[in-house]
């Protein structure tokens, strides 16, 4: 069974940037849809962003314009790239699939936390 180790979280002003990735231990070419999702404390996790095999992108509307994510099948990783965050974005971000999640691919996350 394929699994994600996600990394390149930090802590980071608001305004700024980071680049995620996520490693996946299998080939991802075969899986379609692959997501970011995130969860903040207190809160349920949810969809940040999709992308297909093909390259085709989906975006929540609260980081639309400010992320965006990418994939690479012969590698199999997939990335976030985020601009001007907000401290609304702090949460620990993840990688699985998309829409119905691997439950014992989720990873450790990585922790994103936007604080002046």
């Known amino acids: 069974q394929v699994q994600f180790v996600e990394s390149g979280g930090g802590l980071v002003q608001p305004g700024g940037s980071l680049t995620l990735s996520c490693a996946a231990s299998?080939?991802?070419?075969?899986?379609?849809?692959m997501g970011w999702y995130r969860q903040a404390p207190g809160k349920q996790r949810e969809l940040v962003a999709r992308?297909?095999?093909?390259?085709?992108?989906n975006y929540a509307d609260f980081v639309k314009g400010r992320f965006t994510i990418s994939r690479d099948n012969a590698k199999n990783t997939v990335h976030l790239q985020m601009n001007s965050l907000n401290p609304e974005d702090t949460a620990v971000y993840y990688c699985?699939?998309?829409?119905?999640?691997?439950?014992?691919?989720w990873g450790q996350g990585t922790q994103v936390t936007v604080s002046s």
């Open positions: 992308i297909s095999k093909g390259g085709s992108t």
């Open positions: 299998g080939r991802i070419s075969s899986i379609n849809l």
């Open positions: 699985n699939v998309f829409p119905r999640p691997v439950t014992g691919a």
